[in-house]
T-cell receptor, first 112, second 113 residues
Framework: SQTIHQWPATLVQPVGSPLSLECTVE??????LYWYRQAAGRGLQLLFY??????ISSEVPQNLSASRPQDRQFILSSKKLLLSDSGFYLC???????????FGNGTRLTVT | AQSVAQPEDQVNVAEGNPLTVKCTYS??????LFWYVQYPNRGLQFLLK??????LVKGSYGFEAEFNKSQTSFHLKKPSALVSDSALYFC???????????FGGGTRLMVKP
């Protein structure tokens, strides 16, 4: 069966420090991969998605970037964190376009 | 552009009573519709989906949803609510030509004993 791993679960970082969040998927190949941010426990904001290795689409221009160095690995990064980057970050994958998204357990990032 | 509206920020219901969480959508072409549930500090979990066929879709944990094309709605229902159903619920839509889900803003369900 397929599983998705996301780490770390929580992270506290100072303003101006770098960020790297990692997400890996097991049990499937060539998944579509997604990074979402959820603020204040409500709506989801799509940040990036990828349909293949090295293919990244950005939905919202901001302080973050994403990379997909391997088929089942998706990384969210920042060179210098801002206070406004605080939030709950969720990685997700799906197969064909009418299949459900499967989410990781999220990373709660607090920028101080 | 596609969109989803969940008109209620919060729904309160007593345990044992039926519950409904509302969702309306706008999309070009045929819609694919999904419901997800989120417990505190966790990722979203898939509950059910409508792709085609029977308008009444049954999903996990006793939930069901009814697709109504004329009203462009996909309301989530359960005949008898449990306290453990208390969570944040998201409706999502995409059309049959895309690979991008659009989520509603979420509805918090509170089931009181």
């Amino acid at each position: 069966s397929q599983t998705i791993h996301q780490w770390p679960a929580t992270l506290v970082q100072p303003v101006g420090s770098p960020l790297s969040l990692e997400c890996t998927v097991e049990g499937t190949s060539n998944p579509n991969l997604y990074w979402y941010r959820q603020a204040a426990g409500r709506g989801l904001q799509l940040l990036f998605y990828s349909v293949g290795i090295g293919q990244i689409s950005s939905e919202v221009p901001q302080n973050l970037s994403a990379s997909r160095p391997q088929d089942r690995q998706f990384i969210l990064s920042s060179k210098k964190l801002l206070l406004s980057d605080s939030g709950f970050y969720l990685c997700a994958w799906r197969g064909q376009h009418n299949s459900p998204l499967h989410f990781g357990n999220g990373t709660r990032l607090t920028v101080t | 552009a596609q969109s989803v509206a969940q008109p209620e920020d919060q729904v309160n219901v007593a345990e044992g009573n039926p519950l409904t969480v509302k969702c309306t959508y706008s999309v070009s072409g045929n819609p694919y519709l999904f419901w997800y549930v989120q417990y505190p500090n966790r990722g979203l979990q898939f509950l059910l989906k409508y792709i085609t066929g029977d308008n009444l879709v049954k999903g996990s944990y006793g939930f069901e949803a009814e697709f109504n094309k004329s009203q462009t709605s996909f309301h989530l229902k359960k005949p008898s609510a449990l306290v453990s159903d208390s969570a944040l619920y998201f409706c999502a839509v995409e059309n049959n030509a895309g690979n991008m889900l659009t989520f509603g803003g979420g509805t918090r369900l509170m089931v009181k004993p």
